[in-house]
């Protein structure tokens, strides 16, 4: 599968897919180990798979995450500026 085809996958498909490349990997060990593997390159393509899953799974859980993080977040001109508020107070005492 492409990481085209990746992109374009929900989080719970890409938990789907992650989770049969691991079972796929684990199969694949267990070929080669018992020397019934031809083509071994399909072990290196399965860990490519679960990296890219992995890391799309991990991106979109941070936009889902601060998405709300940034809404409830107060904007820097929303802020009492501290120093210039104790300048005032300052100022008043004398």
């Known amino acids: 599968m492409e990481l085209k ?7 719970s ?3 789907r897919i992650l989770n049969e490349s ?6 694949l060990k267990f070929k ?6 031809k083509d071994v390159r399909q072990i ?9 899953c992995l890391t ?6 941070k ?3 601060a998405k709300p993080a940034e809404a409830a977040s107060p904007k820097i001109s929303d802020r009492p500026d501290k120093p210039a508020a104790q300048k005032a107070e300052k100022a008043d005492n004398k």
Do not use: G, M, Y
Request: proline share 0%; hydrophobic share 30%.
């Open 5 to 11: 085809e990746l992109k374009k996958k929900q989080a």
């Open 63 to 65: 936009t889902e995450k």
């Open 44 to 52: 290196r393509k399965t860990r490519v798979l679960i990296s890219q």
């Open 32 to 37: 080669d180990a018992n020397k019934q593997l």
């Open 13 to 15: 498909d890409l938990h």
């Open 22 to 27: 691991r079972d796929k990997l684990r199969d």
């Open 56 to 61: 799309l799974i991990k991106e979109k859980d």
